[in-house]
């Protein structure tokens, strides 16, 4: 934007970066977050495909979140790249102060230590291939099978077999 449309860089190049890690971090917490419960990497794809394409929608980037009906708006505070816009657009545009660039950090610090964390604690108990349970069951103690079971309902390219076998347990 700075070479080829000759727009000013007004903001601090720290800030930027800062946001942009924590923005970063945080999209990461949440596709490794949709990859532990997915049983196969088609689910995680599609998963991810999932979260991203309205994430982009309902970010401010086309519609400004004002005219999105109120229930609607509700879900945008759950959205990492809404609160990176605003900072991106304050640093670079009008020299957002810290204060305001950290209150947008927040959030997006929030999602990403949320995310990360369960996403690592799924992973732990991930100990064997998902296909083949051990002895045809998951361990009880662990509530990974549970969510990632209701998780692959709703995607697609499961085994039909496989499907019956966790519904009947």
């Given at each position: 934007a700075i070479f080829i449309f000759k727009i000013?860089?007004?903001?601090?190049?720290?800030?930027?970066?800062?946001?942009m890690t924590v923005f970063i971090c945080s999209v990461i917490g949440v596709e490794l977050f949709i990859s532990a419960l997915s049983y196969t990497q088609q689910q995680a794809i599609l998963g991810s495909f999932i979260f991203m394409?309205?994430?982009?929608?309902?970010?401010?980037?086309?519609?400004?979140?004002?005219?999105m009906p109120q229930w609607l708006q509700t879900f945008t505070y759950l959205n990492p790249l809404r609160f990176y816009l605003v900072i991106a657009k304050g640093v670079f545009l009008k020299d957002m102060p810290?204060?305001?660039?950290?209150?947008n950090?927040?959030?997006?610090?929030?999602?990403?230590?949320?995310t990360l964390t369960f996403s690592t604690w799924f992973y732990k108990g991930k100990g064997f291939h998902p296909?083949?349970?051990?002895?045809?069951?998951?361990p009880s103690k662990h509530?990974?099978?549970?969510?990632r079971h209701f998780f692959s309902?709703?995607?697609?390219?499961?085994?039909?077999?496989?499907?019956?076998?966790?519904?009947l347990d």
């Amino acid at each position: 934007a700075i070479f080829i449309f000759k727009i000013p860089f007004i903001g601090s190049l720290l800030y930027i970066y800062m946001g942009m890690t924590v923005f970063i971090c945080s999209v990461i917490g949440v596709e490794l977050f949709i990859s532990a419960l997915s049983y196969t990497q088609q689910q995680a794809i599609l998963g991810s495909f999932i979260f991203m394409a309205p994430s982009v929608l309902l970010s401010g980037y086309a519609t400004p979140i004002e005219n999105m009906p109120q229930w609607l708006q509700t879900f945008t505070y759950l959205n990492p790249l809404r609160f990176y816009l605003v900072i991106a657009k304050g640093v670079f545009l009008k020299d957002m102060p810290f204060s305001i660039v950290l209150s947008n950090m927040i959030p997006m610090a929030i999602v990403a230590i949320f995310t990360l964390t369960f996403s690592t604690w799924f992973y732990k108990g991930k100990g064997f291939h998902p296909l083949t349970p051990a002895k045809g069951r998951w361990p009880s103690k662990h509530p990974v099978p549970k969510l990632r079971h209701f998780f692959s309902m709703f995607q697609i390219g499961f085994l039909q077999h496989q499907q019956e076998e966790w519904i009947l347990d």
